[in-house]
């Protein structure tokens, strides 16, 4: 075996390289990146609470580098292959989103790293989508699109060449890891030309946006970089004091006292100048998005989440936007009031997923071993104390209406389509990992190593 750089040090280079060129491509991500680690220090610095439970669950040290980013791609191929690229990274498909009865022709991945040492050593996420060309109304249209698609290579011949090195070697060292991250960031890289022309561009921008995003494009130019908040509310609040201009509404979930899920945010795209073949024109693609993560919720907790916000919507009579966005927000909170808002509660009602640590400092005889039953009873009583697992993934109707704040109020509200998750995975090459089962593995190894520990520090004995 050779002397490999480890997987999570390759994405972290990544990531941080990653940053480093967006910050350059779109400044005002720079004072967006600003913004979130003022907002970050302050409520850390008045809620010591937040700040131990973030100590203590080791996501304190990975806050300032969280990210999470986000790409379309056009052909399966292109999705296979970023499969393989990421995987150098240390980086998996969770879970599967179909954002098309939203409106938005795509569906979707996350590519994350799945252990909970490696997320906080390195939580760097990218939301990858593969356009669905078969929803391409216009026949002749969805042909000129496959054919465009298929003329492009969005990786260099050395990324590929690096990514079939790792494979059969089983690492990179630290030369080739350097030479790997620095071919697969052209991959992301925005290209001011197009190679199609202005009238094909608008063709495909009349049929959707996002279609002309894909395909107008050399490659997939990352369209966002997103970092971690822990008040999201300031930062919207914030964003219009430092003149920039937030979407109309926060999406996910309300304020709450315990966060849960996703709420996120974002800054309108940028228009930027493109060179067609045959004439100067613009396009509007790449946005700032903030985030604020809660705990991960349990089926029964998803569940819950999605009849209040279904009822919400319902209750607004429209989609949410910059006319009703207060209204939305009251209706939001009213709403909510169904959902338990306590750890405590979550915890006993099986809505979340927690870390549970041993308190006992001194032996105890009990009548005999505690086990999982007992768990909720000795949180109450202190002898154990239970952490939020952070949700490290995505929500359809959320990522929908980030992608609809950007693209314009003129698209499409939805597909008449089955959404299709084993086309999807035949063309990544691989199933998508169900985050459920790796929330409910956390918890159940956190669980496990407690009640061990308890045991141990105890006596059973009448």
């Not at 991500?29 to 220090?41: A, C, Q, S, T």
Request: aromatic share 8%.
């Amino acid at each position: 075996m050779g002397n490999w750089m480890r997987s999570d040090e390759i994405r972290a280079q990544f990531s941080k390289m990653m940053s480093d060129m967006y910050q350059k491509e779109v400044p005002l991500y720079g004072d967006l990146i600003e913004l979130v680690n003022d907002v970050n220090h302050t409520t850390l610095s008045q809620n010591t609470e937040l700040k131990d439970q973030l100590q203590q669950t080791g996501e304190l040290t990975r806050l300032s580098q969280e990210r999470h980013g986000a790409i379309r791609l056009g052909t399966a191929e292109e999705l296979y292959n970023m499969r393989r690229i990421f995987a150098v990274m240390g980086m998996y498909p969770v879970g599967y989103y179909d954002l098309a009865s939203a409106g938005v022709p795509v569906h979707s991945t996350a590519f994350r790293a799945i252990d909970a040492d490696a997320l906080n050593y390195s939580p760097f996420r990218v939301f990858t989508s593969l356009l669905r060309l078969e929803l391409i109304e216009n026949q002749e249209l969805r042909q000129l699109a496959k054919d465009v698609l298929a003329s492009r290579q969005i990786f260099t011949e050395n990324a590929l060449a690096l990514t079939e090195k790792y494979e059969q070697q089983g690492g990179l060292n630290t030369t080739e890891a350097a030479q790997f991250v620095s071919e697969v960031l052209e991959t992301f890289r925005w290209h001011t030309q197009a190679p199609i022309s202005k009238a094909l561009y608008q063709a495909l921008h009349d049929e959707h946006r996002l279609i002309a995003d894909i395909v107008a494009f050399k490659g997939p130019h990352i369209n966002h970089l997103t970092p971690r908040t822990l008040d999201i509310d300031l930062v919207q609040s914030g964003m219009s004091d430092r003149g920039i201009t937030p979407k109309a509404i926060v999406e996910g979930p309300p304020r709450r006292q315990c966060p849960i899920l996703l709420r996120q945010t974002s800054f309108k795209a940028l228009q930027e100048q493109v060179k067609f073949t045959d004439q100067q024109g613009s396009h509007t693609a790449r946005f700032g998005e903030i985030e604020q993560r809660g705990v991960a919720l349990t089926p029964k907790g998803r569940q819950l989440y999605d009849q209040l916000l279904d009822k919400a919507r319902q209750h607004l009579g429209s989609m949410p936007n910059e006319s009703n966005a207060e209204e939305y927000i009251n209706i939001l909170e009213t709403v909510f009031h169904d959902f338990p808002d306590t750890y405590l509660e979550l915890a006993a009602q099986d809505l979340a997923y927690f870390y549970y640590f041993p308190q006992m400092k001194i032996k105890v005889t009990q009548e005999r071993p505690w086990n999982e039953q007992d768990l909720i009873e000795l949180v109450q009583t202190g002898k154990v104390l239970i952490e939020p697992i952070v949700y490290e993934d995505f929500l359809p109707v959320s990522a929908a209406g980030i992608f609809q704040s950007n693209l314009g109020g003129d698209g499409r509200t939805t597909y008449v389509s089955m959404s299709n998750q084993a086309r999807f995975e035949e063309s990544l090459g691989s199933k998508v990992l169900d985050e459920i089962q790796l929330y409910a593995q956390i918890q159940q190894h956190s669980i496990k190593q407690c009640l061990e520990q308890l045991n141990t520090n105890s006596t059973v004995g009448v």
